[in-house]
């Protein structure tokens, strides 16, 4: 069983890579990534193996909490999209991220009241549940009882297309949909076998796999037990 795109009080933007592909390429060439966990070359394709070890983590300079950065774009005089996982430990303001289109979902803990300058407020406190919002809105986020954690996905929307969506799969059947562009799957929970053609990746928790320059290429994920939560997000340039 697969849960499909959960939306609370916002506009989230999934594209049309969420479908079944045949696969173009067979063989893989490795290459050397010292700071990228682990990576594999499908012909023009890169696939990336990150592990909780190679992100980076940042305490936020007002104390309230820490971002831990599983990856980015960051081509360009300014980055295309970032994907992180934020530790929240008191309420307070967002950062501002003029330019830019936030989608946020809670992990962990009792959720947020979200505030706004110009939006109605928003009250995030089910697991799991993808909210889109312009990133250059004031925004003040309000615990709901205690410290949370929560994924951040935050995009150049006027230069790429990005969607963020997250499957709580039990006895599943197995997730695929064909890469164009970028896409990555996080393991919130549990454990995966994911696979790129007849490559296999073993996905532990809090395990990131990262595909870059995808043209058509079927990226399938199993889990490895009922309780195993699981992040997909797709990119692509407009």
């Given amino acids: 069983m697969v849960f499909g795109h959960h939306l609370v009080g916002g506009p989230v933007t999934f594209n049309d890579s969420l479908g079944l592909a045949k ?20 012909l ?18 007002n104390g309230g909490g820490t971002t831990t950065e599983l990856a980015r774009d960051a081509s360009g005089e300014r980055w295309l999209w970032r994907l992180s996982i934020a530790n929240v430990e008191r309420s307070g303001p967002f950062s ?24 109605p407020p928003v009250v995030l406190d089910v697991a799991y549940r993808p909210f889109a919002f312009d990133g250059a809105l004031r925004t ?15 995009v150049d929307d006027a230069r790429v297309a990005a969607s963020l969506d997250v499957r709580m799969p039990g006895a599943m059947t197995p997730l695929a949909f064909a890469v ?11 454990r995966f ?12 928790p809090g395990d990131t796999l990262r595909i870059d320059n995808g043209s058509g290429e079927t990226l399938s994920a199993s889990a490895l037990g009922a309780d195993a939560v699981l992040a997909v997000i797709a990119i692509t340039r407009r």
């Fill in 140 to 154: 003040d986020c309000r615990l709901l009882g205690g410290p949370i954690r929560d994924m951040n996905l935050i």
């Fill in 180 to 190: 164009h562009g970028c896409a990555l799957l996080h393991a919130i929970r549990g």
């Fill in 44 to 61: 023009n394709v890169n696939v990336t193996h990150l592990r909780p070890a190679d992100y980076s983590r940042q305490t936020w300079k």
């Fill in 96 to 119: 501002d991220f003029t330019g830019y289109r936030r989608i946020i979902t809670l992990l962990d803990g009792p959720g947020m009241a979200l505030s706004f300058d110009a939006l």
């Fill in 193 to 204: 076998d994911a696979r790129v053609g007849e490559g296999q990746v073993a996905l532990q």
């Fill in 23 to 42: 696969q173009s390429h067979s063989s893989f060439r490795a290459e050397g990534a010292e700071n990228a966990g682990w990576a594999q070359d499908l």
